[in-house]
C-alpha cells in the first residue's frame, strides 16, 4: 500500500478522453497511437458517438482484454463535445489529457505537462501544438512562445488575443477544476467554450513552450466542407463574452474584446463563407460587411495590422473577394 501510494504521488493517474466516429479499419491505428504514451499511469477512455459502421465491433475484439482501456458507446451522435462530456463521467484521473484518433503525439508529451502540472500547481497546462497540411509541418495553433506562471483571468486575455485557441489536445487539465458535463451542445468551437470556462476557474495556469501535438489537416478537407452558417461561432463568441462580464473584466478587456471579435468571430467567419463558395456563403459575406465598421476596426491595428487590413478588405469587397482572387491568379 506505501508503494502505490508513493507510486500515485510520482505517476498521478492521466484519463486519456478520445471521442471516435466511424473509423473502421483505423482502430487498429488508434491504439498505436495511444500505447505510444510513455506514462506509466494511465486510463483510456475511448468514446464511441454512435458509428453507423463496425468501429464499435473493432474496438471490442481488439481491446476487450485491455485492463486500462474502457470503451464507451453513446446511442446518439452528438458531436464532439457530446463524446467527450460521456467520457468525462467516467474518468478517475487526477488529469485529464483529451486527444484525436487521426493526430500525431509526442510519447514523452503528457509526462512533460504532467511534471509542470505537479511542480506548479497549475488547474492547466497549454503547451504547444502545430498545424500538419499533406506532410509538411505548418505554423503553431496554439500557446505562447516563452513559459510562463499566471492567473486563469490573465490567461483568459490570451484567448481574447489568439495566442490561445480551443484546441485540447496540447493542453492538460486538472480533473477537479471540470465541471459536469462542460462541454456546450454546439458542434464546432465546443471546445474553446471549454477552454475559456477551464482558464475562468483555474488559480493557475502554466504555459511552456514545448510541442507536445501535431494535428494533422488533410489536402481539401477545408474546402470541401460544406458551408455550415455561423451559428456555431457565434454561440461561441457569445459563451467568450459572458465568461469576461462573469470575470468582471468587461471594462478592463474592452479593446481585446474588439479584437476577439474581428479576428477570430467576423474575420473567421468571412474566411469560411468563402472557401465554400456557395450562396449561403455569399449571403453571408454581405452580413459580415454589414457588421464591421471602420470606427471598430481602427483599434484591431493597436494589435495587429495585418488582422485589421484583412478586415477593411472584407469590409469593401465581401462577396467579390472570390472573383478578385481568382483574376489575381
Same mark, same amino acid.
Given at each position: 500500500?506505501?508503494?502505490?501510494?508513493?507510486?500515485?504521488?510520482?505517476?498521478?493517474?492521466?484519463?486519456?478522453?478520445?471521442?471516435?466516429?466511424?473509423?473502421?479499419?483505423?482502430?487498429?491505428?488508434?491504439?498505436?497511437?495511444?500505447?505510444?504514451?510513455?506514462?506509466?499511469?494511465?486510463?483510456?477512455?475511448?468514446?464511441?458517438?454512435?458509428?453507423?459502421?463496425?468501429?464499435?465491433?473493432?474496438?471490442?475484439?481488439?481491446?476487450?482484454?485491455?485492463?486500462?482501456?474502457?470503451?464507451?458507446?453513446?446511442?446518439?451522435?452528438?458531436?464532439?463535445?457530446?463524446?467527450?462530456?460521456?467520457?468525462?463521467?467516467?474518468?478517475?484521473?487526477?488529469?485529464?489529457?483529451?486527444?484525436?484518433?487521426?493526430?500525431?503525439?509526442?510519447?514523452?508529451?503528457?509526462?512533460? #505537462?504532467?511534471?509542470?502540472?505537479?511542480?506548479?500547481?497549475?488547474?492547466?497546462?497549454?503547451?504547444?501544438?502545430?498545424?500538419?497540411?499533406?506532410?509538411?509541418?505548418?505554423?503553431?495553433?496554439?500557446?505562447?512562445?516563452?513559459?510562463?506562471? #499566471?492567473?486563469?483571468?490573465?490567461?483568459? +486575455?490570451?484567448?481574447?488575443?489568439?495566442?490561445?485557441?480551443?484546441?485540447?489536445?496540447?493542453?492538460?487539465?486538472?480533473?477537479?477544476?471540470?465541471?459536469?458535463?462542460?462541454?456546450?451542445?454546439?458542434?464546432?468551437?465546443?471546445?474553446?467554450?471549454?477552454?475559456?470556462?477551464?482558464?475562468?476557474?483555474?488559480?493557475?495556469?502554466?504555459?511552456?513552450?514545448?510541442?507536445?501535438?501535431?494535428?494533422?489537416?488533410?489536402?481539401?478537407?477545408?474546402?470541401?466542407?460544406?458551408?455550415?452558417?455561423?451559428?456555431?461561432?457565434?454561440?461561441? +463568441?457569445?459563451?467568450?463574452?459572458?465568461?469576461?462580464?462573469?470575470?468582471?473584466?468587461?471594462?478592463?478587456?474592452?479593446?481585446?474584446?474588439?479584437?476577439?471579435?474581428?479576428?477570430?468571430?467576423?474575420?473567421?467567419?468571412?474566411?469560411?463563407?468563402?472557401?465554400?463558395?456557395?450562396?449561403?456563403?455569399?449571403?453571408?459575406? +454581405?452580413?459580415? #460587411?454589414?457588421?464591421?465598421?471602420?470606427?471598430?476596426?481602427?483599434?484591431?491595428?493597436?494589435?495587429?495590422?495585418?488582422?485589421?487590413?484583412?478586415? #477593411?478588405?472584407?469590409?469593401?469587397?465581401?462577396?467579390?473577394?472570390?472573383?478578385?482572387?481568382?483574376?489575381?491568379?
Amino acid at each position: 500500500m506505501i508503494g502505490e501510494t508513493a507510486h500515485e504521488l510520482a505517476f498521478p493517474l492521466v484519463s486519456v478522453v478520445v471521442p471516435v466516429f466511424n473509423i473502421g479499419a483505423s482502430v487498429a491505428e488508434l491504439w498505436s497511437k495511444l500505447q505510444s504514451v510513455d506514462y506509466p499511469s494511465l486510463e483510456f477512455i475511448i468514446v464511441d458517438d454512435d458509428s453507423q459502421d463496425d468501429t464499435l465491433e473493432r474496438l471490442r475484439q481488439l481491446l476487450q482484454n485491455e485492463g486500462r482501456v474502457s470503451i464507451l458507446a453513446r446511442g446518439v451522435n452528438g458531436g464532439p463535445g457530446a463524446a467527450r462530456n460521456t467520457g468525462l463521467l467516467s474518468a478517475k484521473g487526477k488529469w485529464v489529457w483529451f486527444a484525436d484518433w487521426d493526430d500525431e503525439w509526442s510519447p514523452t508529451g503528457v509526462s512533460h #505537462m504532467v511534471a509542470e502540472g505537479e511542480n506548479s500547481g497549475a488547474d492547466v497546462i497549454v503547451a504547444r501544438a502545430r498545424w500538419v497540411f499533406d506532410g509538411a509541418i505548418s505554423s503553431y495553433t496554439d500557446g505562447l512562445a516563452e513559459p510562463a506562471v #499566471m492567473s486563469g483571468s490573465d490567461a483568459f +486575455r490570451h484567448i481574447l488575443l489568439g495566442d490561445v485557441r480551443g484546441y485540447l489536445w496540447s493542453k492538460l487539465f486538472r480533473k477537479s477544476n471540470i465541471a459536469t458535463a462542460p462541454f456546450r451542445n454546439i458542434r464546432t468551437h465546443e471546445d474553446l467554450c471549454f477552454v475559456a470556462d477551464s482558464f475562468s476557474t483555474a488559480f493557475i495556469v502554466r504555459f511552456v513552450p514545448v510541442t507536445v501535438y501535431w494535428h494533422v489537416q488533410r489536402n481539401g478537407s477545408l474546402s470541401q466542407r460544406p458551408f455550415s452558417g455561423s451559428h456555431d461561432i457565434t454561440r461561441a +463568441r457569445e459563451h467568450i463574452h459572458v465568461v469576461t462580464r462573469r470575470l468582471g473584466l468587461r471594462d478592463q478587456f474592452r479593446k481585446e474584446l474588439n479584437f476577439y471579435d474581428h479576428k477570430l468571430w467576423l474575420l473567421d467567419r468571412g474566411l469560411n463563407a468563402l472557401r465554400s463558395h456557395s450562396p449561403g456563403g455569399s449571403h453571408e459575406l +454581405r452580413l459580415i #460587411m454589414k457588421q464591421l465598421r471602420v470606427s471598430k476596426i481602427v483599434g484591431v491595428f493597436e494589435f495587429d495590422w495585418r488582422v485589421a487590413t484583412k478586415c #477593411m478588405i472584407l469590409k469593401c469587397f465581401g462577396p467579390a473577394l472570390p472573383g478578385l482572387l481568382r483574376w489575381r491568379k
